[in-house]
Nanobody
Framework: QVQLVESGGGSVQSGGSLRLSCTASGLTVTTNALGWFRQAPGKEREGVAGNGRDRRTTYADSVQGRFTISKQSAKNILYLQVKSLKPEDTAIYYC??????????????????WGQGNQVTVSS
């Protein structure tokens, strides 16, 4: 059974940092394309960072230079390091996986496996 479990969220002040983790079971992070998405109240879910099977990464313009996606194959964990947080980064953050293509993508419609979400709240 495939499971993706996020952790590491919380409440921080503007300018702060967090490291989100996504522990995978039932699939391996090295053979799947992975991504981090977020959904703020009243808004659609949007992709923020993608990591392809080819190890390339892609980022949304809004987080470029502040967020870093990485994975640790030995522990089968996907990470999202977030820094210089802004109040507009407040959202529920989800990790996701798919096996259809090798390239990194922020297209949420190709992802078939999703975590339950983890809240990140940034106060000004």
């Amino acid at each position: 059974q495939v499971q993706l479990v996020e952790s590491g969220g919380g409440s921080v002040q503007s300018g702060g940092s967090l490291r989100l983790s996504c522990t995978a079971s039932g699939l391996t992070v090295t053979t799947n394309a992975l991504g981090w998405f977020r959904q703020a109240p009243g808004k659609e879910r949007e992709g923020v960072a993608g990591n392809g099977r080819d190890r390339r990464t892609t980022y949304a313009d809004s987080v470029q230079g502040r967020f870093t996606i990485s994975k640790q194959s030995a522990k089968n964990i996907l990470y999202l390091q977030v820094k210089s947080l802004k109040p507009e980064d407040t959202a529920i953050y989800y990790c996701a996986a798919h096996h259809y293509a090798a390239a990194a993508t922020l297209n949420r419609y190709v992802f078939t496996r999703w975590g339950q979400g983890n809240q990140v709240t940034v106060s000004s």
